[in-house]
């Protein structure tokens, strides 16, 4: 046997023989394919929230309507009095179309008249923008062509003669926050986010793990307490994080010149909620892992789908229940939505309250994982200890 099928041998023995690494080559691609299939099996964007405003109140407005919610792609959540009620839900992101319908449309019709109808997207999702315009195109031509048969039959005319009776309904559209559909203003926040996760996590998570294989671990607990070790091991990471962060977008929003609207002290808050989430999670997995290999694995199981699930380009309603659930208790999809709203929206902290208490939360959860792990480990080297000094 020569040299090369030894160590062919040897390596192909060695991959199937050590668990961490037959699972990573085999065993995530399939978690991560049968995650991504349910993902996108809805195959389109389904269900995006949706208000109305119908001034006209008339027979081909209600018709608007039905054909709106007989549509798959919207979901007419409420129906308002105005368009700046309808803007007010919009820019609180308890809707993304609204649907302005104007007085005297059925009159305009049937008159000949110019009659048009006008949706407002918010488009800071591009997946959603872009769907909402052609989807809604689609149901006010529908619409018109058959308030132009009712028309045209009503008056016995057909060919050409009934060409001259072709009013329709135009359909206009007005889109927010993007209204170039620029990929730089959309993919690229979503893609900062991530690569600072990554960057945080893999940190982290190999910073104890790497004590353990050098031997030294078992010392670091036995001489200091679990805060102090917490504070030695996240506060150089944090530092490093939020140094990232800052000249992570100094770079997009000043090098790139991509447009933005909000105020960085705010975007510089969330990334701070959003740092400390990330790295509680990673100190609890370095915890956990026996080594760095272990590390890695775990934080690259976590990390490498976050983008996906993060709601940032496929919006979370058009997820299933529990792939959705997965989205939700990741702290990039909280981070990326504060971006959202503070970059491309111009928004405030009060919009983004929520993400701030979950990442919260998510901090607490990563300590309080961490605490309870440091407690099991102590534990079973004093069982050790006391066990060998009775032997």
Same mark, same amino acid.
């Given at each position: ?13 060695? +991959? ?70 309808? +803007? ?219 983008? +996906? ?83």
């Amino acid at each position: 046997m020569s040299d090369f099928s030894r160590l062919f041998l040897s390596e192909w023995k060695n +991959m199937f023989a050590n668990k961490t690494i037959r699972n990573v080559i085999f065993l995530v691609p399939i978690i991560y394919l049968t995650l991504f299939g349910f993902l996108y099996s809805e195959k389109k964007v389904m269900h995006i929230p949706t208000v109305m405003v119908d001034a006209d109140q008339s027979e081909l407005s209600r018709e608007l309507y039905r054909a709106f919610e007989v549509d798959q792609t919207f979901q007419v959540t409420s129906i308002v009095g105005t368009e700046e009620e309808a +803007m007010r839900l919009i820019d609180k992101g308890e809707a993304n179309i609204a649907l302005i319908i104007p007085a005297q449309l059925e009159k305009n019709v049937k008159a000949g008249r110019s009659a048009e109808v006008l949706t407002v997207i918010d488009g800071s999702n591009m997946m959603i923008s872009n769907t909402a315009v052609r989807a809604a195109s689609t149901v006010v031509k529908s619409v018109s062509a058959g308030a132009t048969l009712k028309k045209m039959e009503a008056k016995g005319s057909w060919g050409e003669e009934g060409v001259n009776l072709f009013t329709g309904i135009d359909y206009r559209y007005r889109v927010l926050y993007n209204p170039t559909f620029s990929y730089m203003s959309f993919m690229v926040f979503g893609l900062t986010g991530t690569v600072f996760q990554q960057v945080l996590f893999l940190g982290i998570a190999l910073s104890v793990a790497q004590q353990k294989e050098e031997g030294t671990w078992q010392d670091t607990l036995r001489s200091h307490s679990f805060w102090a070790i917490t504070a030695s091991k996240l506060l150089p990471y944090f530092l490093a994080g939020t140094l990232n962060v800052f000249l992570g977008f100094v770079l997009l929003l000043k090098g790139f010149e991509i447009p933005y609207y909000g105020s960085t002290l705010d975007l510089m808050l969330i990334a701070t909620a959003f740092n400390l989430a990330v790295l509680a999670i990673g100190y609890a997995i370095s915890f956990f892992s026996k080594d760095q290999l272990q590390a890695t694995q775990v934080a690259m199981m976590i990390a490498v789908p976050s983008f +996906m699930l993060s709601g940032f380009t496929w919006p979370l309603a058009s997820m299933p229940t529990a792939v959705a659930a997965i989205g939700k208790s990741l702290p990039l999809t909280y981070f990326l939505n504060g971006v959202r709203e503070i970059l491309s929206k111009g928004h405030g902290l009060s919009y983004v309250t929520h993400d701030l208490v979950v990442l919260g939360f998510m901090i607490l959860l990563g300590l309080f994982s961490a605490y309870c792990i440091y407690l099991l480990q102590t534990r079973k080297k004093k069982e050790t200890i006391a066990e060998t000094t009775t032997v």
